[in-house]
């Protein structure tokens, strides 16, 4: 399901966002069932668009980190955001915390890619090749 088939309303109702949200799970859910019959991607393909997201999902929750600070954290909207933050880091549980749960599917998948603080990561091309010291393996 594309994105240009589930804009925002311009204007919201009286009732809110759940009757918007309940919609866009039916069309998303419909989508899916359409395409229940279409064939699974084969390893390869699967493993190319893993390692496509990684350099956004192995830095997930990096763009609400400054709602760590207590003040920020302890307003009202603040507060929310650093529960988002919180969730991605796993609750305080290291086998919750998103991005080391997909560094263990890219390993599994024999993708070691440099830590994320590592320049080599930062080089790392958007076509997906790997930087020259990363073991990618089949």
């Keep these: 399901m594309d994105d240009a088939e589930m ?9 809110g966002l759940r009757p918007w949200l309940v919609d866009m799970h039916d069309r998303h859910s419909e989508a ?12 390869e393909a699967l493993v190319d668009s ?5 350099p956004l999902t192995l ?18 909207i603040g ?4 529960d988002t933050y919180w969730d991605e880091l796993g609750n305080g ?7 080391l749960i997909y ?18 990561f930062a080089e790392w091309e958007a ?4 930087p020259s010291n990363c073991r990618c393996t089949g």
Excluded: C, K
Excluded at 7 to 15: G, I, N, V
Excluded at 59 to 76: K, L, N, P, Q, V
């Design 7 to 15: 804009p925002l309303p311009r204007q919201w109702t009286p009732r």
């Design 32 to 43: 899916f069932e359409q395409g229940a019959e279409q064939e699974l991607p084969g390893r």
């Design 50 to 54: 893993t390692v496509q997201l990684a």
């Design 59 to 76: 830095i997930d929750g990096a763009w609400i980190m400054g709602f760590t600070d207590y003040e920020h954290a302890s307003s009202e």
């Design 79 to 82: 507060h929310s955001l650093f």
């Design 93 to 99: 549980e290291v086998d919750l915390n998103h991005p």
């Design 103 to 120: 560094r263990e599917v890219l390993t599994e998948m024999g993708v070691d890619l440099p830590p994320t603080a590592a320049r080599a």
């Design 127 to 130: 076509s997906g090749t790997p």
